[in-house]
């Protein structure tokens, strides 16, 4: 079989701040060749993610950052071109973790095989994938949101916070979300169903809340961090729960960043717990199959905001970590295979 060469985007230098155009570098190789117990795959989307900031740089984290001239890491939805691994056959189209190049080797290690009849095939990279899972796990187990409980997300319109409200929704809770246009916040009042939604760049985002969460706020699924987080401390419940999923709004920060005041979460005996969803694996299959017939009952909507190439892949990361993102962003590397 004859394949193009092989399209891969390396880290090329470490950002200083938000990540520029010129930090990557698009770089063309024979494609790799799959050697005994391994699958040769053609990468047909790539998920786009705030965590790869963080892989941009040194530090302590956790997990190991992307070395110069390395590919940049990534999940992927890709097809099985070649197979020397028993589990795997060409064709199949699986769910990995390939970074962003148009192929890959793999010794198929934590990949899962999809079936495209079951759902769109890009869903793996989003709610039915690893933010769908963080939403579970982190509003269910850490935010533990009892029925008439007002549970307030940020990013409301993104890839987690998405699915966090209307999994509030179905739990009873009164679900308000903070986005970032209003735009935005239509679409999470008028598609998703929340109850509330508050533009954080429109002024007065304390007395917005405020009106939005009369009876104050239980939960609080926290993913920008900043001064959103400040202004819902003001307003948060005795015994209120902070699920800490991200902190996307000092992910490009050069100086260190001054913290909220405190004083609430001791007065309100607050919980804040963080977590990271890779902890959160043995999750998978009860929120594989809750979240599968909710989106299947059109229970849990979703958005994607699909980036044409491989090439375009950079400019729609540097924007995700901007709020110029509208959805879940994945990039559209290969064409879909045909059905048989
Ligand atoms: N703990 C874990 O294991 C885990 C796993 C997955 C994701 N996460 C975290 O979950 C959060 C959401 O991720 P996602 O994939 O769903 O992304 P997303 O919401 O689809 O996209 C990121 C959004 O963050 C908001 N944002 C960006 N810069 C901001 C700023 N300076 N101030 C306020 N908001 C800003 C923007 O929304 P607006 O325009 O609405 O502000 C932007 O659309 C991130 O913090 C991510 O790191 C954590």
Not at 249 to 266: H, I, M
Request: net charge positive; glycine share 12%; with cysteine.
């Amino acid at each position: 079989m004859t394949t193009p060469l092989n399209r891969q985007i390396v880290l090329a230098r470490r950002p200083t701040g938000a990540p520029r155009q010129d930090d990557f570098m698009l770089i063309e190789s024979p494609p790799p060749r799959p050697g005994d117990g391994q699958i040769l795959c053609r990468t047909i989307y790539l998920s786009l993610d705030p965590y790869m900031r963080g892989r941009m740089s040194e530090g302590r984290s956790y997990a190991k950052a992307v070395d110069i001239g390395q590919v940049m890491v990534g999940g992927t939805v890709s097809e099985v071109m070649e197979s020397r691994h028993p589990s795997f056959k060409p064709g199949d189209v699986v769910l990995g973790y390939d970074g962003w190049q148009g192929w890959a080797v793999s010794t198929g290690a934590g990949v899962r095989t999809l079936d495209p009849t079951q759902a769109p095939i890009g869903m793996a990279l989003g709610v039915l994938g690893m933010p769908g899972l963080t939403a579970y796990v982190g509003l269910l187990d850490i935010g533990r949101p009892r029925a008439g409980e007002t549970v307030v997300v940020s990013a409301a319109s993104g890839a987690v916070g998405s699915v966090v409200g209307q999994i509030a929704k179905l739990k009873g809770c009164r679900a308000v979300g903070i986005a970032g246009s209003e735009e935005k916040c239509r679409f999470v009042v008028d598609t998703l169903g929340f109850d509330a939604c508050v533009n954080h760049r429109s002024g007065d985002l304390v007395g917005a809340l405020r009106l939005a969460c009369p009876s104050g706020i239980d939960v609080y699924f926290e993913n920008v961090g900043g001064a959103v987080l400040d202004a819902v401390l003001r307003l948060v419940n005795p015994g209120a729960r902070i699920p800490l999923c991200g902190l996307v709004s000092q992910y490009n920060a050069t100086e260190p960043v001054r913290g909220p005041d405190l004083r609430p979460v001791l007065v309100n005996r607050v919980t804040i717990r963080g977590f990271i969803v890779s902890d959160h694996s043995d999750r998978q299959a009860d929120f594989l199959t809750e979240m599968t017939r909710w989106v299947r009952e059109g229970r849990v909507r979703y958005r994607e905001d699909v980036v044409e190439g491989l090439e375009q892949a950079p400019r729609a990361l540097i924007g995700l970590l901007d709020g110029r993102n509208f959805g879940k962003v994945i990039v559209r590397v290969g064409p879909e295979p045909a059905r048989r």
